[in-house]
Structure formats: C-alpha cells, structure tokens
C-alpha cells in the first residue's frame, strides 16, 4: 500500500468518543476520524507522534484521518482498522502470502453458510475472517483490546465451517513493527479466547502477518507464530 502524497506528521493530544482525535498541525488544532472502535491500548498516549491521511472526498465531514501511532517504545503501528481488510486484499491479488495463493482466486464479503452475515474473503471451499492486531502487551501482540461479541461470533462461525469440513482461517493483520508473535487476551474477553482454543481444536486455521508501515508505503513483512492461550 503506497501513500501519494505521503502521510503527514502531527502530535496526537487526545482520542475521544471512539472515532474522533485532536491533533496538533504546526500551531494549529485538528480534529481527525478514528476509525478504530477498540481500547487502542498503548498506541493513544497524548503527546505520540502520529501520521494522517486526508481525503479527495468533499462530502466527509472530517477531511483527515489517524493512520499511525508512534508509541512510546517506539513502534510505529496503524491504528486504522479499516486498513487491515485492503492490506489483505492486496497481499491476495499479488500473491504475496504462498500459502494463501495456492487456494484459488479469493472474493470479498462472502456470505456464512446457513447464516446471516458475512466472512471478509472466500474462495471455493474457504472461508477467512481478518482481525487487526495493534496492542503489544509483554512483548506478544494480543487481540481483542476490548470486549468484542462480534469477533466471538466470527470465530463460531468459522468453527462450524471447519465442521463442515471447509478450510476454514482466521487471519490476523499486524501492522505492528514491535510485535514478533500474537495470542489472544483472555482477561479481556474470556469467551473469544475460550472460542479461538475450541475453534484450534476443531480445525480452524489461525495465521497471523506482520506488516511494516511507514508515511509513504505499507508493505508486508513475515509470518508470525500464533500461540493458544492454556
């Protein structure tokens, strides 16, 4: 993913009411969206240096938006979670990640069998749900940041696939320089750990990438190991 104008310095002062940030421009105070509905834990400390895009698109009631935290380890780490499913995307149309590629020519939001709602990526016989993965806690990256009844819901979902005897994968996007490996919090959200380890047990293939990202391009990096919490 390529930025072109490059993404903009500015100085984060707050996120509040979920999806709004002060930042400070030069002399000046703008108010920026913040599309991320998590704890944003570690990556919104007042005073972090941080980068924003800003938008052609005339009728957004917010012209810019918070893309990159710079936390105070000095990791750099997107925060914008809509960006987890274009990373995806891309490193699919590219053939970027073999192990994906090998299955076929991927779709976007295709329907769960026998359900309402939809999984993020589908091809014949697979499905794959993306989460994106930005709190570094102890050294090991962590999902969820928040309680989360959604993602629980995905990870059943995808369980039953795998049941059915589908491939069946759960993706986590890291665009986290500082995290080497993921596992899930479970004194945050119980009931989506206890999912992922009875999801594991049942054939759900959980993966997790690492991506760099920087004010002029995001690109992918490695594979990380996923480890089931006991």
């Known amino acids: 993913m390529n930025f072109d104008p490059p993404l903009k310095q ?10 709004l940030a002060d930042i400070r421009v030069g002399e000046g105070i703008e108010t920026v969206h913040c599309a991320n509905t998590g704890a944003m834990h570690g990556c919104s400390d007042p005073m972090s240096r ?3 895009s800003t938008s052609s698109n005339p009728r957004r009631k917010l012209q810019h938006s918070l893309e990159i935290v710079e936390t105070s380890q000095g990791h750099r780490v997107c925060v914008n ?40 990526f589908g091809t014949d016989g697979v499905v794959m749900e993306v989460k994106m993965v930005s709190w570094l806690r102890n050294g090991v990256g962590v999902f969820p940041d928040a309680t989360s009844v959604r993602a629980a819901r995905h990870v059943e979902s995808l369980k039953k696939c795998a049941q059915r005897g589908m491939r069946a994968i759960l993706l986590y996007c890291v665009p986290h320089s500082g995290v080497d490996s993921v596992t899930t919090a479970s004194d945050i959200d119980p009931t989506y750990s206890e999912a992922i380890s009875d999801a594991v047990a049942d054939g759900v293939d959980v993966l997790a990438y690492r991506w760099s990202v920087s004010a002029t391009n995001w690109l992918l990096d490695r594979e990380l190991p996923f480890v089931v919490e006991d």
Not at 107 to 115: A, L, T
């Open 10 to 19: 500015a100085i984060l002062l707050r996120r509040y009411k979920r999806f």
């Open 81 to 120: 979670t809509a960006r987890a499913n274009q990373l995806v995307a891309e490193a699919l149309e590219t053939n970027s990640i073999p192990e994906l590629s090998r299955l076929g020519t991927w779709r976007r939001e295709v329907g769960v069998p026998d359900e309402s709602g939809r999984f993020d």
């Open 50 to 52: 941080v980068w924003y």
